[in-house]
């Protein structure tokens, strides 16, 4: 049977002890990825509508008026 006491103290010394460690890192504003990203903005150029894109559309806000498409308001 485990300890709810025992791992609950175990587990205030874990917290603390990677507080301790992460007080050594030095502040940055960079930003590191995992993943290499790169061209991850597009080409400016003209934008291009397909055919279909009305048509798709219509079949995801169902909702229309005059056409524009009806939304729920925002708080």
Same mark, same amino acid.
């Given at each position: ?11 205030i010394k874990l917290i603390e002890s ?14 590191? $990825? %995992? =993943?290499?990203? &790169? ?13 279909d894109f009305h048509k798709k559309m219509k ?8 056409? $524009? %498409? =009806?939304?729920? &308001?925002?708080?």
């Amino acid at each position: 049977m485990l300890d709810k006491k025992k791992i609950e103290k175990e587990g205030i010394k874990l917290i603390e002890s990677f507080s301790e460690i992460l007080e050594n890192i030095p502040q940055s504003d960079e930003t590191h $990825y %995992v =993943v290499d990203l &790169k061209n991850v903005k597009r080409e400016d150029g003209e934008a291009v509508m397909k055919k279909d894109f009305h048509k798709k559309m219509k079949k995801l806000a169902p909702n229309w008026s005059e056409g $524009y %498409v =009806v939304a729920e &308001k925002a708080p």
